[in-house]
DNA sequence: CCTCAGATTCTACACAGCGCCGATTTTTTT
DNA sequence: AAAAAAATCGGCGCTGTGTAGAATCTGAGG
Protein backbone atom coordinates (compact mmCIF):
# COMPACT_ATOMS: atom_id res chain seq x y z
CA UNK A 1 0.00 0.00 0.00
CA UNK A 2 2.29 2.59 1.13
CA UNK A 3 5.22 1.76 -1.39
CA UNK A 4 2.68 1.76 -4.72
CA UNK A 5 2.88 3.69 -7.29
CA UNK A 6 0.17 3.88 -9.32
CA UNK A 7 1.01 7.37 -11.10
CA UNK A 8 4.89 6.76 -12.16
CA UNK A 9 5.45 7.75 -15.29
CA UNK A 10 8.88 8.58 -17.00
CA UNK A 11 10.91 5.62 -17.81
CA UNK A 12 14.58 5.75 -19.39
CA UNK A 13 13.14 8.31 -22.47
CA UNK A 14 16.35 10.58 -23.03
CA UNK A 15 14.20 13.80 -22.62
CA UNK A 16 15.01 17.69 -21.31
CA UNK A 17 13.46 17.09 -18.17
CA UNK A 18 16.48 14.95 -16.99
CA UNK A 19 18.12 17.99 -16.19
CA UNK A 20 14.98 18.85 -13.88
CA UNK A 21 16.04 15.19 -11.93
CA UNK A 22 19.63 16.29 -11.21
CA UNK A 23 18.79 20.02 -10.42
CA UNK A 24 15.75 18.00 -7.90
CA UNK A 25 19.12 16.22 -6.61
CA UNK A 26 21.16 18.76 -6.72
CA UNK A 27 19.00 20.56 -4.53
CA UNK A 28 18.27 18.44 -1.93
CA UNK A 29 21.72 18.12 -1.17
CA UNK A 30 21.81 21.57 -0.93
CA UNK A 31 18.94 21.99 1.40
CA UNK A 32 20.72 18.96 3.43
CA UNK A 33 23.22 20.71 3.78
CA UNK A 34 22.06 23.85 4.61
CA UNK A 35 18.86 23.07 7.28
CA UNK A 36 19.08 19.62 7.68
CA UNK A 37 15.88 17.02 7.02
CA UNK A 38 13.41 18.05 8.98
CA UNK A 39 12.99 21.25 7.15
CA UNK A 40 13.66 19.62 4.18
CA UNK A 41 10.02 19.81 2.43
CA UNK A 42 8.56 18.48 -0.72
CA UNK A 43 8.16 21.65 -1.39
CA UNK A 44 11.27 23.56 -0.71
CA UNK A 45 12.73 20.89 -2.69
CA UNK A 46 10.34 21.32 -5.47
CA UNK A 47 10.80 25.33 -4.80
CA UNK A 48 15.02 24.51 -5.46
CA UNK A 49 14.82 23.18 -8.25
CA UNK A 50 12.45 25.84 -10.18
CA UNK A 51 9.40 23.42 -10.15
CA UNK A 52 6.10 23.33 -8.15
CA UNK A 53 5.79 20.52 -5.63
CA UNK A 54 2.96 18.89 -7.99
CA UNK A 55 5.14 18.64 -11.02
CA UNK A 56 8.42 17.19 -8.52
CA UNK A 57 6.17 13.87 -8.18
CA UNK A 58 6.12 13.26 -11.91
CA UNK A 59 9.64 12.79 -11.41
CA UNK A 60 9.57 10.90 -8.06
CA UNK A 61 6.98 8.78 -6.37
CA UNK A 62 7.99 10.28 -3.39
CA UNK A 63 9.94 12.52 -1.10
CA UNK A 64 11.59 9.01 0.30
CA UNK A 65 12.25 7.97 -3.60
CA UNK A 66 14.46 11.27 -3.85
CA UNK A 67 16.14 11.10 -1.03
CA UNK A 68 16.86 7.14 -1.21
CA UNK A 69 18.07 8.37 -4.75
CA UNK A 70 20.60 10.66 -3.67
CA UNK A 71 21.70 7.99 -1.20
CA UNK A 72 22.30 5.76 -3.88
CA UNK A 73 23.93 7.71 -6.04
CA UNK A 74 26.97 8.91 -2.91
CA UNK A 75 27.14 5.00 -2.47
CA UNK A 76 27.94 4.12 -5.63
CA UNK A 77 30.58 6.64 -5.72
CA UNK A 78 32.53 5.39 -2.62
CA UNK A 79 31.70 1.90 -3.13
CA UNK A 80 33.87 2.50 -6.66
CA UNK A 81 36.39 4.79 -4.86
CA UNK A 82 37.22 2.67 -1.74
CA UNK A 83 37.08 -1.14 -2.53
CA UNK A 84 38.62 -1.12 -6.18
CA UNK A 85 42.23 -1.40 -4.79
CA UNK A 86 41.86 -3.22 -1.25
CA UNK A 87 40.51 -5.71 -3.65
CA UNK A 88 43.73 -6.06 -5.66
CA UNK A 89 45.26 -9.15 -3.84
CA UNK A 90 48.58 -8.26 -4.53
CA UNK A 91 47.93 -4.28 -2.44
CA UNK A 92 49.82 -5.27 0.67
CA UNK A 93 47.30 -5.75 3.87
CA UNK A 94 47.82 -2.42 5.86
CA UNK A 95 47.71 -0.63 2.57
CA UNK A 96 44.54 -2.26 1.38
CA UNK A 97 43.45 -1.13 5.29
CA UNK A 98 45.07 3.09 4.85
CA UNK A 99 43.20 2.97 1.90
CA UNK A 100 39.75 1.91 2.59
CA UNK A 101 39.82 4.09 5.68
CA UNK A 102 40.87 7.19 3.71
CA UNK A 103 38.33 7.11 0.79
CA UNK A 104 35.92 5.93 3.06
CA UNK A 105 36.99 9.66 5.18
CA UNK A 106 37.29 11.31 1.87
CA UNK A 107 33.42 10.22 1.16
CA UNK A 108 32.33 11.93 4.66
CA UNK A 109 33.83 14.99 4.16
CA UNK A 110 32.95 15.81 0.81
CA UNK A 111 29.05 14.54 1.10
CA UNK A 112 28.86 14.46 5.05
CA UNK A 113 25.27 15.49 5.23
CA UNK A 114 24.12 12.90 2.68
CA UNK A 115 25.66 9.93 4.34
CA UNK A 116 24.95 11.21 7.81
CA UNK A 117 20.95 11.68 6.69
CA UNK A 118 21.44 8.07 4.93
CA UNK A 119 22.61 6.55 8.53
CA UNK A 120 19.54 8.83 10.09
CA UNK A 121 17.14 7.18 7.93
CA UNK A 122 18.26 3.81 7.12
CA UNK A 123 15.73 2.27 10.12
CA UNK A 124 13.06 4.84 8.45
CA UNK A 125 13.40 4.40 4.73
CA UNK A 126 14.11 0.64 4.47
CA UNK A 127 15.61 1.34 0.99
CA UNK A 128 17.97 3.21 2.26
CA UNK A 129 18.75 0.91 4.88
CA UNK A 130 18.96 -1.57 2.31
CA UNK A 131 21.57 0.14 0.05
CA UNK A 132 23.31 1.18 3.24
CA UNK A 133 23.69 -2.65 4.19
CA UNK A 134 24.57 -3.50 0.98
CA UNK A 135 27.14 -1.68 0.67
CA UNK A 136 28.65 -2.46 3.86
CA UNK A 137 28.27 -5.78 2.62
CA UNK A 138 30.43 -5.04 -0.24
CA UNK A 139 33.25 -3.61 2.18
CA UNK A 140 33.14 -6.70 4.75
CA UNK A 141 33.56 -8.98 1.75
CA UNK A 142 37.02 -7.20 0.42
CA UNK A 143 38.36 -6.62 3.49
CA UNK A 144 37.84 -10.09 4.87
CA UNK A 145 40.19 -10.89 1.51
CA UNK A 146 42.65 -8.42 3.25
CA UNK A 147 42.56 -9.81 6.61
CA UNK A 148 42.52 -13.33 5.45
CA UNK A 149 46.06 -12.13 3.35
CA UNK A 150 47.36 -10.87 6.76
CA UNK A 151 46.97 -13.93 8.42
CA UNK A 152 43.47 -14.29 10.18
CA UNK A 153 42.03 -17.77 9.83
CA UNK A 154 39.72 -17.82 7.00
CA UNK A 155 36.06 -18.84 7.91
CA UNK A 156 33.01 -18.10 9.43
CA UNK A 157 33.50 -18.78 12.90
CA UNK A 158 32.82 -15.47 14.63
CA UNK A 159 36.93 -14.90 15.62
CA UNK A 160 37.48 -15.73 12.06
CA UNK A 161 38.31 -13.35 9.12
CA UNK A 162 34.82 -12.45 8.42
CA UNK A 163 32.77 -11.70 11.13
CA UNK A 164 35.50 -9.70 12.08
CA UNK A 165 35.66 -7.85 9.01
CA UNK A 166 31.64 -7.17 8.92
CA UNK A 167 32.04 -5.83 13.21
CA UNK A 168 35.27 -3.91 12.53
CA UNK A 169 33.78 -2.50 9.04
CA UNK A 170 30.47 -1.28 10.92
CA UNK A 171 32.94 -0.02 13.72
CA UNK A 172 34.51 2.12 11.14
CA UNK A 173 31.18 3.59 9.74
CA UNK A 174 29.84 4.51 12.90
CA UNK A 175 33.60 6.15 13.87
CA UNK A 176 32.85 8.77 11.10
CA UNK A 177 28.96 9.24 11.56
CA UNK A 178 30.27 10.16 15.23
CA UNK A 179 32.40 12.25 14.04
CA UNK A 180 31.01 13.93 11.14
CA UNK A 181 27.99 14.64 13.27
CA UNK A 182 30.50 16.74 15.81
CA UNK A 183 29.53 20.74 15.76
CA UNK A 184 33.83 20.58 15.02
CA UNK A 185 34.15 17.45 12.69
CA UNK A 186 37.66 15.54 13.17
CA UNK A 187 37.87 13.07 10.36
CA UNK A 188 41.46 12.90 11.49
CA UNK A 189 41.74 11.59 14.04
CA UNK A 190 39.07 9.32 13.72
CA UNK A 191 41.07 7.78 10.44
CA UNK A 192 44.36 7.13 13.08
CA UNK A 193 41.56 5.36 15.78
CA UNK A 194 40.00 3.47 13.13
CA UNK A 195 43.30 2.29 11.83
CA UNK A 196 44.96 2.28 14.40
CA UNK A 197 42.29 -0.78 15.81
CA UNK A 198 42.54 -2.60 12.21
CA UNK A 199 46.30 -2.84 12.49
CA UNK A 200 46.14 -4.26 16.06
CA UNK A 201 43.48 -6.64 15.20
CA UNK A 202 46.02 -7.97 12.29
CA UNK A 203 48.74 -7.91 14.95
CA UNK A 204 50.37 -5.41 13.56
CA UNK A 205 51.93 -2.47 15.61
CA UNK A 206 51.80 1.34 13.71
CA UNK A 207 54.51 2.78 15.30
CA UNK A 208 52.99 6.56 15.17
CA UNK A 209 52.22 7.92 17.48
CA UNK A 210 50.43 11.25 16.92
CA UNK A 211 48.80 13.11 19.74
CA UNK A 212 46.60 16.10 19.99
CA UNK B 1 8.58 26.28 19.58
CA UNK B 2 8.59 22.47 19.28
CA UNK B 3 9.82 22.03 22.58
CA UNK B 4 7.65 24.02 24.09
CA UNK B 5 5.15 22.59 26.37
CA UNK B 6 2.34 25.27 27.16
CA UNK B 7 -0.39 23.21 28.67
CA UNK B 8 2.20 20.83 30.36
CA UNK B 9 0.10 19.75 34.17
CA UNK B 10 0.77 17.05 36.44
CA UNK B 11 4.36 17.04 37.92
CA UNK B 12 4.55 14.63 40.78
CA UNK B 13 1.45 14.95 42.60
CA UNK B 14 1.58 10.92 43.77
CA UNK B 15 -1.69 10.46 42.63
CA UNK B 16 -4.06 7.61 40.98
CA UNK B 17 -2.94 8.69 37.01
CA UNK B 18 0.90 7.46 38.10
CA UNK B 19 -0.47 3.53 37.21
CA UNK B 20 -1.63 5.13 33.98
CA UNK B 21 1.68 6.65 33.15
CA UNK B 22 3.45 3.46 33.94
CA UNK B 23 0.40 1.02 31.42
CA UNK B 24 1.36 4.08 28.45
CA UNK B 25 5.11 2.85 28.83
CA UNK B 26 4.50 -0.53 29.39
CA UNK B 27 1.65 -0.22 26.14
CA UNK B 28 4.31 1.40 24.48
CA UNK B 29 6.94 -1.39 24.77
CA UNK B 30 4.50 -4.21 23.74
CA UNK B 31 3.34 -2.30 20.85
CA UNK B 32 7.21 -1.67 19.82
CA UNK B 33 7.74 -5.75 20.11
CA UNK B 34 4.82 -6.56 18.64
CA UNK B 35 4.22 -4.47 15.63
CA UNK B 36 7.20 -1.72 15.52
CA UNK B 37 7.36 1.40 15.48
CA UNK B 38 5.30 3.20 12.29
CA UNK B 39 2.19 1.47 13.12
CA UNK B 40 2.80 2.81 16.44
CA UNK B 41 0.52 5.82 16.69
CA UNK B 42 -0.62 7.62 19.75
CA UNK B 43 -4.11 6.82 19.17
CA UNK B 44 -2.69 2.84 19.43
CA UNK B 45 -0.76 3.67 23.14
CA UNK B 46 -3.31 5.79 24.28
CA UNK B 47 -6.02 2.32 23.25
CA UNK B 48 -3.75 0.10 24.74
CA UNK B 49 -3.75 2.04 28.11
CA UNK B 50 -7.29 2.47 28.26
CA UNK B 51 -8.05 5.68 27.87
CA UNK B 52 -8.23 8.04 24.89
CA UNK B 53 -5.66 10.08 22.71
CA UNK B 54 -6.42 13.25 24.58
CA UNK B 55 -6.34 12.00 27.77
CA UNK B 56 -2.17 10.84 26.90
CA UNK B 57 -1.40 14.11 26.46
CA UNK B 58 -1.93 14.82 30.00
CA UNK B 59 0.36 12.37 31.21
CA UNK B 60 2.77 13.31 28.02
CA UNK B 61 3.27 16.29 26.16
CA UNK B 62 4.32 14.57 23.19
CA UNK B 63 4.24 11.12 21.41
CA UNK B 64 8.05 11.52 21.64
CA UNK B 65 8.36 12.05 25.06
CA UNK B 66 6.50 8.99 26.06
CA UNK B 67 9.48 7.45 23.59
CA UNK B 68 11.91 9.09 25.44
CA UNK B 69 10.75 8.12 28.90
CA UNK B 70 10.56 4.84 27.71
CA UNK B 71 14.05 4.96 26.71
CA UNK B 72 15.72 6.44 29.57
CA UNK B 73 14.19 4.26 31.41
CA UNK B 74 15.92 1.31 29.99
CA UNK B 75 19.08 2.59 29.47
CA UNK B 76 19.23 3.83 32.81
CA UNK B 77 18.94 -0.28 33.72
CA UNK B 78 21.96 -0.77 31.25
CA UNK B 79 24.27 1.79 32.52
CA UNK B 80 23.43 -0.31 36.43
CA UNK B 81 24.00 -3.48 34.99
CA UNK B 82 26.74 -2.97 32.83
CA UNK B 83 29.42 -1.04 34.01
CA UNK B 84 29.56 -1.23 38.28
CA UNK B 85 31.75 -4.40 37.46
CA UNK B 86 34.37 -3.29 35.29
CA UNK B 87 34.71 0.37 37.13
CA UNK B 88 35.80 -1.51 39.82
CA UNK B 89 39.73 -0.86 39.96
CA UNK B 90 40.42 -4.68 41.21
CA UNK B 91 38.63 -5.89 38.42
CA UNK B 92 41.09 -7.77 35.75
CA UNK B 93 40.75 -5.98 32.18
CA UNK B 94 39.31 -9.18 30.78
CA UNK B 95 37.15 -9.67 32.85
CA UNK B 96 35.90 -6.39 32.68
CA UNK B 97 35.65 -6.05 29.30
CA UNK B 98 33.61 -9.48 28.77
CA UNK B 99 31.14 -8.60 31.70
CA UNK B 100 30.34 -5.47 30.05
CA UNK B 101 30.11 -7.20 26.71
CA UNK B 102 27.76 -9.41 28.34
CA UNK B 103 25.64 -7.41 30.74
CA UNK B 104 25.18 -5.21 27.29
CA UNK B 105 24.00 -7.93 25.14
CA UNK B 106 21.39 -9.23 27.74
CA UNK B 107 19.96 -5.81 27.87
CA UNK B 108 19.58 -6.17 24.18
CA UNK B 109 17.81 -9.39 24.44
CA UNK B 110 15.67 -8.78 26.86
CA UNK B 111 14.84 -5.08 25.62
CA UNK B 112 15.87 -5.63 21.75
CA UNK B 113 12.23 -3.50 20.19
CA UNK B 114 13.03 -0.56 22.53
CA UNK B 115 17.09 -0.41 22.21
CA UNK B 116 16.73 -0.92 18.70
CA UNK B 117 13.86 2.34 18.45
CA UNK B 118 15.77 4.02 20.72
CA UNK B 119 19.04 3.80 17.78
CA UNK B 120 16.80 4.41 14.72
CA UNK B 121 15.51 7.54 15.94
CA UNK B 122 18.48 8.75 17.80
CA UNK B 123 19.08 11.44 14.83
CA UNK B 124 14.90 12.26 14.73
CA UNK B 125 14.42 12.81 18.30
CA UNK B 126 17.26 14.78 20.14
CA UNK B 127 16.84 13.57 23.14
CA UNK B 128 16.81 10.44 22.60
CA UNK B 129 20.39 11.25 20.92
CA UNK B 130 21.55 12.84 23.90
CA UNK B 131 20.54 9.67 26.25
CA UNK B 132 22.11 7.15 23.98
CA UNK B 133 25.15 9.48 23.63
CA UNK B 134 25.40 10.23 27.35
CA UNK B 135 25.01 6.34 27.87
CA UNK B 136 27.83 5.29 25.69
CA UNK B 137 30.04 8.13 27.19
CA UNK B 138 29.75 6.70 29.99
CA UNK B 139 30.80 3.19 29.12
CA UNK B 140 33.70 4.89 27.30
CA UNK B 141 35.23 6.28 30.29
CA UNK B 142 34.73 2.94 32.55
CA UNK B 143 36.20 1.40 29.19
CA UNK B 144 39.27 3.67 29.25
CA UNK B 145 40.37 2.96 32.67
CA UNK B 146 39.83 -1.01 31.78
CA UNK B 147 42.18 -0.44 28.87
CA UNK B 148 44.84 1.73 30.83
CA UNK B 149 44.66 -1.00 33.22
CA UNK B 150 45.38 -3.19 30.29
CA UNK B 151 48.33 -1.59 29.52
CA UNK B 152 47.45 1.29 26.72
CA UNK B 153 49.01 4.39 27.46
CA UNK B 154 46.88 6.69 28.85
CA UNK B 155 45.90 10.14 27.14
CA UNK B 156 43.81 11.65 24.40
CA UNK B 157 45.82 10.84 21.65
CA UNK B 158 43.95 9.34 18.58
CA UNK B 159 45.52 5.78 19.73
CA UNK B 160 45.59 6.18 23.04
CA UNK B 161 43.03 4.62 25.90
CA UNK B 162 40.52 7.51 25.48
CA UNK B 163 39.84 6.89 21.38
CA UNK B 164 40.08 3.49 21.61
CA UNK B 165 37.82 3.16 24.15
CA UNK B 166 35.30 5.72 22.10
CA UNK B 167 35.88 3.84 19.04
CA UNK B 168 35.50 0.00 20.40
CA UNK B 169 32.30 1.23 22.51
CA UNK B 170 30.70 2.69 19.93
CA UNK B 171 31.64 -0.65 17.81
CA UNK B 172 29.82 -2.82 20.40
CA UNK B 173 26.95 -0.87 20.08
CA UNK B 174 26.47 -1.24 16.41
CA UNK B 175 27.54 -4.98 16.34
CA UNK B 176 24.48 -5.84 19.07
CA UNK B 177 22.25 -2.97 16.79
CA UNK B 178 23.14 -5.07 13.68
CA UNK B 179 22.42 -8.41 15.47
CA UNK B 180 19.48 -7.72 17.30
CA UNK B 181 18.25 -6.49 13.82
CA UNK B 182 18.85 -9.97 12.01
CA UNK B 183 15.30 -11.93 11.45
CA UNK B 184 17.02 -14.56 13.97
CA UNK B 185 19.03 -12.70 16.05
CA UNK B 186 22.75 -14.08 17.18
CA UNK B 187 23.26 -11.89 20.24
CA UNK B 188 25.97 -14.93 21.21
CA UNK B 189 28.16 -14.89 17.90
CA UNK B 190 28.63 -10.73 18.62
CA UNK B 191 29.45 -11.10 21.85
CA UNK B 192 32.48 -13.57 21.10
CA UNK B 193 33.22 -11.18 17.94
CA UNK B 194 33.10 -8.01 19.65
CA UNK B 195 35.32 -9.70 23.12
CA UNK B 196 37.59 -11.27 20.46
CA UNK B 197 37.95 -7.30 18.83
CA UNK B 198 38.81 -5.71 22.26
CA UNK B 199 41.29 -8.88 23.48
CA UNK B 200 43.44 -8.24 20.05
CA UNK B 201 43.32 -4.38 21.02
CA UNK B 202 44.71 -4.74 24.41
CA UNK B 203 47.13 -7.21 22.88
CA UNK B 204 45.49 -10.44 24.62
CA UNK B 205 45.16 -13.76 22.60
CA UNK B 206 41.77 -15.26 23.68
CA UNK B 207 42.63 -18.97 22.39
CA UNK B 208 38.94 -20.02 22.30
CA UNK B 209 38.16 -21.01 18.78
CA UNK B 210 34.45 -21.70 18.16
CA UNK B 211 33.61 -23.02 14.81
CA UNK B 212 30.43 -22.29 13.21
C1' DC C 1 -26.26 14.14 51.55
C1' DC C 2 -24.29 18.43 49.38
C1' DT C 3 -20.43 21.15 47.84
C1' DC C 4 -16.17 22.43 46.16
C1' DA C 5 -11.40 21.76 44.32
C1' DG C 6 -8.41 19.27 42.11
C1' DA C 7 -7.48 15.34 39.14
C1' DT C 8 -8.68 12.96 35.12
C1' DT C 9 -11.13 12.20 30.97
C1' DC C 10 -13.31 13.09 26.63
C1' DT C 11 -14.87 15.23 22.10
C1' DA C 12 -13.97 18.52 18.70
C1' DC C 13 -10.97 21.57 16.24
C1' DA C 14 -6.94 23.47 13.71
C1' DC C 15 -2.77 22.56 11.34
C1' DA C 16 1.09 20.67 8.67
C1' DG C 17 2.71 17.97 5.03
C1' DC C 18 2.24 14.18 1.84
C1' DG C 19 0.42 11.96 -2.37
C1' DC C 20 -2.81 12.11 -6.19
C1' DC C 21 -5.98 13.80 -9.81
C1' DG C 22 -7.59 16.37 -13.74
C1' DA C 23 -6.80 20.14 -16.51
C1' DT C 24 -3.55 22.99 -18.93
C1' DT C 25 0.64 24.37 -21.23
C1' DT C 26 4.98 23.34 -23.45
C1' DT C 27 7.87 20.49 -26.31
C1' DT C 28 8.63 17.13 -29.78
C1' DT C 29 7.25 14.41 -33.68
C1' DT C 30 5.21 13.69 -38.20
C1' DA D 1 0.31 22.93 -38.49
C1' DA D 2 -1.74 19.11 -36.18
C1' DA D 3 -1.25 15.42 -33.14
C1' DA D 4 1.09 13.09 -29.58
C1' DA D 5 3.92 13.02 -25.83
C1' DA D 6 6.21 15.36 -22.08
C1' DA D 7 6.03 18.46 -18.44
C1' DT D 8 3.68 21.62 -15.32
C1' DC D 9 0.35 23.43 -12.16
C1' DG D 10 -3.36 24.28 -8.55
C1' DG D 11 -6.17 22.11 -5.57
C1' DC D 12 -8.40 18.18 -3.09
C1' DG D 13 -8.34 14.53 0.48
C1' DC D 14 -6.05 11.93 3.80
C1' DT D 15 -3.43 10.77 8.05
C1' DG D 16 -1.83 11.89 12.33
C1' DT D 17 -0.30 15.34 15.63
C1' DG D 18 -1.08 18.70 19.36
C1' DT D 19 -4.48 21.88 21.81
C1' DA D 20 -8.71 23.82 23.96
C1' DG D 21 -12.49 23.74 26.61
C1' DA D 22 -16.14 21.38 28.53
C1' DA D 23 -17.60 17.35 31.23
C1' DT D 24 -16.96 13.74 34.78
C1' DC D 25 -14.87 11.53 38.69
C1' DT D 26 -12.92 11.49 43.47
C1' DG D 27 -12.48 12.61 48.09
C1' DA D 28 -12.44 15.89 52.07
C1' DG D 29 -15.41 19.02 54.76
C1' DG D 30 -19.52 20.59 56.42
Redesign the interface.
Known amino acids: MATEQTTRRRRDTPRKGDLREQAILRTTEELLERDGVEPMTVEAIAKGAGISRGSLYFYFGSKQEVLTALVARTLDALTRDATVFPDDETTPPHQAIEHAVDRTADMWRRHGPVM?TA???A??IPEIGDLWTATVATFTKVMTGVLVRAGI?E??????AA??A???C??T???FY?AASQPVPDLT??I???T??WF??I?HR?G?????
Request: negative net charge; aromatic residues 4%.
Open positions: RVDYAVPGDGPTEALHTLWMERAQRATTCEIRVGSTSSGG
